[in-house]
């Protein structure tokens, strides 16, 4: 063994006599021992070393004659070469070991339960089978206890400290649990408007309940198409806590105008405001809808306004907390007596985009945005500081949120309330929508005379509604850049070969994968593009032509149908519908046409809704597109059968006695006489017009000449090919 070094020598000679000290000062105070004894140790202990060093030698065995598991050294003079007794030195202190310390923390599983996770040890295992309701979970291998229980347990590790430290739950934790939860079964929504009561679901009320129970301050968190905006329009108006501030994406400024106007009939139109630009800002307005983007730059006048009620539609655009529209959000959101936060998506794809939305509601549900990080974000500290990109605890963090202040529905948990097709109508920001310019101004005016041939006025639309897809291209783009941010994945139809393309290069240009398929797309791509959509989940659009795309085409992996433009024929547009809506599709889908007014879609839109309702009120067709600005479809139980309507239009015939079949009352269609049907007035009383067969036989014609009959009044015969349209014509594409 090598030589130790001289400081070391001295240290261990200088330990040896302290030792040797300590036990002649022991032995003193037993008069049993021996005076030789005693003489002994007072000897050794005034021994004072020389300089001469002493060599000591660990012998590398144990004193097994006196039974000990002890090291052992020796020492050597090296003048007498005699050696001195050997000396037992502590285990412990000479190999440097410490003792073994557990530890570990608790967590929510559910309401009323948490875990503990923490290593091995048996004194503490034998404490935990004493817990009552205790449970082992063999899969993560860590036991469970009521929440009840959690004082109790704390209270029985403390003894096994310092070898056992377990963190207890926080004590936000245990304030939120132990705060009774509200009672959302005493309000009364009877003072909402009875529009408003009529067009909610089930759900929605509840909705509506939960957030005024809670104050009117809630993050309202369902999923897509559950009506968010109907919810949110509930609550605020339930407490009539105005001036009211809405603050939503640019292009959905008009969409909230017209659903307060639909659903609170009792506020005077004057009073409902939309900001267009800072000059528009008023103080006057019992509603006002502002977009983010002037949120940011007239924040000091809507903060000295003094809004007792504010709404923020896509809360999660304020997850960054030192963006411009966060700084401007937050105030207005603390001084208000209530705030609501609209989102499907409250965290796009971190946790600690969820504190600003937090700490807006309710600011003393987790003050420490460290404490928060640390806890929920699997919080680490690198060389540039705190990293709190990360996820942890996120059941607990569910729990919390979901009793103290969110509200989350998913399609899948109401799904049996929801109608299994819903059409809205979107009102697209007439701010980016040209059409003010002479060109558009000039097709307005020709499309309003009435002096117009059936084939002028085809022309005259035709050229109208190609003229109206440049003009709605920059808001049908900020429209689905929005919905981009949500994070929603969708399938967007159009016609025209510039709207897709404008659309196709907002997607690049934001790297979103997509697919287009329209008439230049072979079979084979088709099919590649159409599997490629529905297995992954990074494909987020499906940009698809109308007449080109509306068949043979499964596309279920969205329950989101965007039309980007219309399409005269309610046919295609049905049958473009359904290729989200068919089997296979596990949720309610919704359909959104986007409609432009000062446009050719004031004429396109009645026109379908027209034709559709023809077919409707013979059975014929299952859509109806007079309702596609309702958050649900109303349908009928009473559904007349085709044959009586025969008679009844029979027998209205004589009422019609247009020949070019213009309606001698305004908005009614001209329905086929019963000659014009193939069939006598002797045919129908021998009772065969009661008959199936029957019914089979006229069908084809009559609902053939009505489906049409709009589209030859406006546009003449629809057998030509329409312009511009994508690639082939949809029979070829067909």
């Not at 001195?84 to 929510?108: D, M, R, W």
């Not at 009672?183 to 509840?206: I, N, W």
């Not at 003094?306 to 411009?324: C, Q, T, Y």
């Not at 994968?513 to 992954?536: L, P, Y």
């Amino acid at each position: 063994m090598s030589s130790l070094t001289e400081e070391q020598k001295l240290r261990i000679e200088e330990n040896r006599r302290k030792a040797l000290l300590r036990r002649a000062e022991r032995s003193q105070t037993q008069p049993s021992h021996a005076s030789t004894g005693n003489a002994e140790l007072t000897k050794v202990a005034n021994h004072k070393p020389t300089i001469v060093p002493l060599k000591r030698k660990y012998d590398g065995t144990f004193n097994s004659k006196q039974g000990s598991s002890s090291p052992h050294f020796q020492s050597t003079n090296r003048a007498s070469g005699s050696r001195t007794n050997t000396v037992p030195i502590n285990k412990e202190s000479f190999y440097g070991t410490k003792k073994q310390v557990v530890a570990g923390s608790c967590h929510l599983i559910s309401a009323d339960r948490f875990m503990v996770e923490v290593g091995y040890n048996q004194d503490m295992i034998a404490m935990f089978q004493k817990v009552p309701d205790r449970r082992y979970h063999p899969d993560e291998r860590h036991w469970s206890f009521p929440v009840s229980r959690h004082d109790q347990l704390m209270a029985a590790l403390k003894p096994l400290h310092p070898g056992v430290a377990v963190a207890p739950l926080p004590a936000h934790v245990l304030r939120c649990l132990r705060q009774p939860a509200p009672d959302a079964g005493k309000v009364d929504l009877s003072t909402l408007d009875a529009t408003l009561l009529e067009a909610l679901m089930p759900f929605q009320r509840e909705g509506i309940k939960m957030g005024v129970a809670r104050d009117g301050r809630v993050l309202l968190a369902d999923d897509m198409g559950l009506g968010k905006t109907i919810q949110a329009i509930g609550i605020a108006s339930h407490f009539h806590d105005w001036p009211l501030l809405v603050v939503c994406p640019s292009s959905m400024r008009y969409q909230w105008r017209n659903e307060f106007l639909r659903f609170l009939p009792s506020q005077h139109p004057s009073t409902i405001m939309v900001m267009d630009s800072s000059k528009d800002f008023t103080a006057e307005a019992r509603v006002l809808i502002v977009s983010y983007d002037l949120l940011s730059r007239c924040s000091k006048q809507l903060r000295d306004v003094g809004f007792r009620s504010v709404i923020m539609d896509e809360s999660h655009n304020l997850k960054n907390p030192k963006a411009a529209r966060t700084r401007a959000a937050l105030p207005l959101l603390r001084a208000a007596r209530r705030a609501l936060l609209l989102s499907g998506t409250p965290a796009l794809s971190r946790p600690v985009e969820l504190y600003t939305q937090i700490s807006a509601i309710d600011r003393k549900f987790m003050p420490v945005f460290n404490d928060f990080g640390l806890r929920y974000c699997d919080g680490k500290r690198n060389a540039w500081g705190w990293d709190f990109s990360g996820s942890s605890r996120m059941t607990e963090l569910q729990i919390l949120l979901e009793r103290r202040i969110m509200i989350r529905r998913l399609k899948r948990d109401v799904i049996t309330q929801l109608p299994s097709k819903q059409r809205h109508l979107v009102l697209l920001d007439p701010g980016q929508v040209h059409c003010r310019t002479k060109k558009m101004n000039a097709m307005e005016t020709r499309m309003a005379k009435a002096s117009l041939k059936a084939a002028e006025r085809r022309g005259a639309l035709l050229e109208y509604f190609r003229e109206t897809a440049t003009a709605k291209l920059p808001a049908v783009c900020s429209y689905l850049e929005d919905l981009l941010d949500s994070g929603a994945k969708f399938i967007c139809f159009a016609h025209h070969r510039v709207v897709m393309d404008a659309v196709c290069e907002l997607l690049e240009r934001r790297k979103d994968q997509h697919i287009r398929i329209d008439g230049s797309t072979q079979a084979a791509q088709r099919k590649r593009e159409c599997d490629r959509f529905q297995s992954s989940s990074s494909v987020r659009v499906a940009v698809l032509s109308i007449t080109a795309a509306n068949t043979g085409l499964t596309l279920t992996a969205a329950s989101l149908v965007v039309f980007a433009e219309l399409f005269w024929n309610p046919g295609v547009l049905t049958q473009a519908e359904d290729r989200a809506h068919r089997i296979g599709q596990q949720d309610s889908v919704q359909i959104r046409y986007l409609v432009a007014r000062g446009t050719a879609d004031d004429h396109i839109w009645p026109l379908v809704q027209r034709k559709l309702d023809v077919l409707n009120r013979a059975g014929l067709s299952k859509d109806d597109f007079t309702e596609a600005d309702e958050d649900r479809q109303r349908t009928s139980d009473g559904q007349p059968l085709i044959t009586d309507l025969f008679q009844q239009l029979a027998s209205e015939d004589g009422e019609r006695p247009d020949a070019d079949g213009e309606s001698t009352e305004s908005g009614k269609e001209r329905a086929p006489s019963v000659s014009e049907t193939g069939l006598s007035h002797s045919q129908r009383s021998d009772g065969s017009a009661t008959d199936d067969a029957v019914a089979a036989a006229v069908s084809e014609q009559w609902v053939t000449e009505l489906c049409d009959a709009d589209w030859d009044e406006w546009m003449g015969d629809d057998s030509g090919d329409v312009p511009d349209a994508e690639g082939p014509t949809s029979k070829e594409s067909q």
